[in-house]
Each structure stands twice: as C-alpha cells, then as structure tokens.
C-alpha cells in the first residue's frame, strides 16, 4: 500500500502558475503509475496527466503545453507544474499511484484560478 499526501493548492489569478506536490509514504520507485486528476462538483474526476514508471507522460488535451507532471525517486514525490492558469483549470486536484497491489489516491487539494 501507498499513502499520498497533496500539497501547493491554493488561490491565484488567471495567468498565473502553481506546483504541485504528491508525497508518498513509500519508494515510488516501483510504482508503475502516478498522475493527478481534477475534479469539479458535479462533474466526474478527470484525467489531467500521468507518468509512467519510464518517464512517459500522458496529458488531457485541455492542459496540454500548459502543464508540466516529473517524478522525483529520491525523493518519493510527483510533480504538477501549471503554468498559464484558467478559470476553467479550478477544482480539486488528486493524486494518484498504481501498483501490483491496487489503485491508491490521495485526499486532494484545492486549485482556484480567478478571473
């Protein structure tokens, strides 16, 4: 099992940029998956990027060029760089792994993009 802790929500401008933070409590090393994913209410939870284990990333249409996710195995954490932020990039962003053993998501922080 893996624990994930988000972290670096908060409120900012239209243009403006926020990073992202996933802290998991074991080595991610071995994780096959990690991505993070919006939710707004109402609507389903979405795909807003992944990384695979090798580096290869996938990316909603929506964030595509604005949106930056890395891993760092050292340090056991991912990344979402958002730059160029819009009204419509508001929600709460959840991070997520995928193992052998499950699928785990963190608890989710808070993204507000004013305009």
């Known amino acids: 099992q893996v624990q994930l802790v988000e972290s670096g929500g908060g409120l900012v401008q239209a243009g403006g940029s926020l990073r992202l933070s996933c802290a998991a409590s074991?080595?991610?090393?071995?994780?096959?998956?990690m991505g993070w994913y919006r939710q707004v209410p109402g609507k389903q939870r979405e795909l807003a990027a992944t990384?695979?284990?090798?580096?290869?990333?996938n990316y909603a249409v929506s964030v595509k060029g604005r949106f930056t996710i890395s891993r760092d195995s050292a340090k056991n954490t991912v990344y979402l760089q958002m730059i160029s932020l819009k009204p419509e990039d508001t929600g709460v962003y959840y991070c997520?792994?995928?193992?052998?053993?499950?699928?785990?998501w963190g608890q989710g922080t808070q993204v507000t993009v004013s305009s």
């Open positions: 990384i695979t284990l090798g580096g290869v990333t």
């Open positions: 997520s792994a995928r193992d052998v053993s499950g699928d785990y």
């Open positions: 074991r080595s991610i090393a071995s994780i096959n998956a």
